[in-house]
């Protein structure tokens, strides 16, 4: 649902889709962090949970270190095969 949401972000034409295609995206990411704890509660016993329910949340930083030079590239294609920066 979240790729499928992420997506149609391409096909936004105007205030209100993005508006609602946001909403929709922030409805279908909203149970991603508790369910990957619950996931990892089946996996993992009690004993060792806690170090990969540490390296999950080291996850969030790391991905902003690499993610936000290749989303400032992402954003420096403004206008290539007609679609704005952010789409």
Do not use: C, H, N
């Not at 209100?16 to 509660?41: D, K, M, N, Q």
Request: proline fraction near 5%; charge should be positive; avoid cysteine.
């Amino acid at each position: 649902t979240w790729g499928i949401i992420s997506a149609l972000m391409a096909l936004v034409s105007g205030v209100t889709s993005f508006y609602v295609l946001r909403f929709l995206l922030g409805v279908a990411e909203a149970g991603f962090f508790p369910g990957i704890i619950l996931y990892l509660t089946y996996w993992y016993p009690a004993e060792y949970r806690a170090r990969f329910i540490a390296a999950f949340a080291i996850a969030v930083p790391v991905s902003t270190v690499i993610g936000a030079p290749v989303s400032g590239l992402l954003l420096g294609l403004d206008g290539v095969m007609g679609l704005k920066g952010w789409q």
